[in-house]
């Protein structure tokens, strides 16, 4: 490597690694590296033997007095990538890591109480890894007789296109939420329309809560069940700031205000 290419100290590589024994019996490996080195016959007068523990060298040219060796640190496939993960020993922090992703697609099969691979998709280490699900879906319904009934996945797969692509296979998705670069401040929430939970809010601006899904209509709903009426004085005196709980239409309905989310 180029002279410049070094600020500091040069990085030390270990080329091999080995001790001397005791042996009455060497092996074939350990004869010709004690040939190597020149010590062969002072070897056999003290019945030893050169064992070597690790060894990075590619070539020995004995003739010439030379040899070639390859460094341990820098990976011998040079495809891959360099990716990002979350830590092992802390979830909180991400670490990077090189070398290949690959997404694997299992069946969970409650009768045989196994989880069973079904599809996978290899990947370079800064793939984007969202978008393979569609792609183990697409392996599934072409190699698999069978209906996927749930699909289950990470936050990593919180795209809009993966919904749409299970559903169409009569899948439900049940996906992590993903905030990404989203604003998640109470007034940007508010500007939405519903919270991280995927929750609307009701027109005083507190967050509803579900109360059913309706399979026939394919649709969810929500109410508020006038939480109003429960709030302390700090608490109505927030909402009253932007809505007039006084005139609230919704009051004397029985669950409050309501709202449905249809599926798809």
């Known amino acids: 490597m180029p002279e410049e290419k070094f600020k500091g100290k040069k990085p030390k590589v270990e080329v091999l690694s080995m001790k001397l024994r005791f042996s009455d019996n060497p ?14 016959e002072e070897l056999d007068k003290q019945q030893m033997c050169i064992n070597v523990i690790r060894s990075n060298l590619t ?26 993960r979350r830590d092992p020993q802390n979830a909180n922090k991400k670490q990077k890591i090189y070398g290949y992703n690959l997404v694997l697609s299992t069946s969970v099969e409650l009768d045989l109480k196994l989880e069973l ?3 996978a998709t290899n990947i370079s280490g800064n793939g984007e890894e969202g978008k393979k699900i569609i792609d183990n879906t697409k392996q599934i319904k072409a190699h698999h007789n069978c209906v ?5 996945a990470d ?33 940007a929430l508010r500007t939405r329309g ?8 009701a027109p005083c601006g507190i967050p509803t809560r579900p109360n059913g899904f309706d399979s026939k209509q394919k649709r969810h709903t929500f109410c508020c069940f006038k939480q109003c009426l ?20 919704y009051v004397n309905n029985k669950k409050g205000f309501s709202k449905h989310i249809y599926k798809g």
């Open 155 to 187: 936050a990593k797969y919180d795209i809009i296109k993966n919904y749409t692509c299970l559903r169409n296979n009569g899948s439900i998705p049940i996906i992590d939420y993903n905030k990404r670069n989203e604003k998640l401040t109470s007034k």
């Open 59 to 84: 070539e020995i040219n004995p003739s010439e007095g030379n040899g070639c060796f390859t460094c341990p640190k820098i990976p011998k496939d040079t495809d891959a990538r360099i990716g990002v």
């Open 27 to 40: 092996s074939k490996s350990q004869i010709h590296t004690a040939m190597v080195f020149g010590v062969k």
């Open 230 to 249: 429960d709030l302390k004085a700090v608490g109505i005196k927030n909402v009253q700031k932007d809505y007039d709980i006084g005139s609230c239409p």
């Open 194 to 201: 519903y919270d991280q939970n995927g929750w609307p809010f």
């Open 117 to 119: 691979p079904v599809a």
């Open 148 to 152: 996927t009934k749930i699909d289950i």
